[in-house]
């Protein structure tokens, strides 16, 4: 059974940086079929997509974060992290991690689509 | 980026209803849409991918379908473990991005 289970450090001071581990179990980081995403609620409110990285490297960043973040795997630790630089109360919220796997529509589109999720970790920026 | 708009934000239904979601895209995005529905405290759960796709053992009373702009999600007969809050997601472009959820309340 595939398992994602987010840590971090809970609080965080504004400006500092904020780094969340996701550890993966049932499945292997290195399968070439999937990339590893990081994905944010704030507050009450909606999903934002932080971005995803395959494990040979090649990642890709919302553009409204990509200065302050970075996404990697280490498959010694069958983990991925997520690194947020310069953080402000904006930031808060509560964290995911998922896996992206990918299909094929009926027209024949590309999609991809997060089939598995961690629990989530809650950050809170505050001094 | 592509936005995604989804209506209406909230409905109240009750149980045996039938209540159809909507999702509409800014621009053609093929089938590249999936949804998702999450609990309060929950992460979300993914219910179908390519619009009409229903992902694991989701309850056959869900349905999906649309393609280009305009998306569905129907549940038949709902029950009380339906009410919660729907995303759509489009896939077609990064970044990729979620609508704002349709969150379907008891009456």
């Known amino acids: 059974q595939v398992r994602l289970q987010e840590s971090g450090p809970g609080p965080v001071k504004p400006s500092e940086t904020l780094s969340l581990t996701c550890t993966v179990s049932?499945?292997?980081?290195?399968?070439?079929?999937?990339?590893w995403t990081w994905i944010r609620q704030a507050p009450g409110k909606g999903l934002e997509w932080i971005g995803y990285t395959h494990y040979r490297g090649s990642a890709n960043y919302n553009p409204s974060l990509e200065s302050r973040v970075t996404i990697s795997v280490d498959s010694s630790k069958k983990e991925f992290s997520l690194r947020l630089t310069s953080v402000t109360a904006a930031d808060t919220g509560v964290y995911f991690c998922a896996r992206a796997a990918f299909s094929r529509g009926y027209d024949g589109s590309h999609n991809e689509h997060f089939d598995e999720w961690g629990h989530g970790t809650v950050v809170t920026v505050s001094s | 980026d592509i936005q995604m708009t989804q209506s209406p934000s909230s409905l109240s239904a009750s149980s045996g209803d039938r209540v159809t979601l909507t999702c509409r895209a800014s621009?053609?995005?093929?089938?590249?849409l999936n949804w998702y529905q999450q609990k309060p405290g929950r992460a979300p759960k993914l219910l179908f991918f390519a619009a009409a796709n229903p992902q694991g053992d989701v309850p056959s009373r869900f349905s999906g379908d649309g393609i280009g702009a305009e998306f569905t999600l129907t549940i038949t007969n709902l029950q009380p473990e339906d009410f919660a809050t729907y995303y759509c997601?489009?896939?077609?472009?990064?970044?990729?991005?979620f609508g704002g959820g349709t969150k379907v309340e008891m009456k």
């Open positions: 049932g499945v292997s980081v290195t399968s070439d079929t999937h990339f």
């Open positions: 997601q489009q896939s077609f472009n990064t970044p990729r991005t």
């Open positions: 621009q053609n995005i093929g089938t590249s």
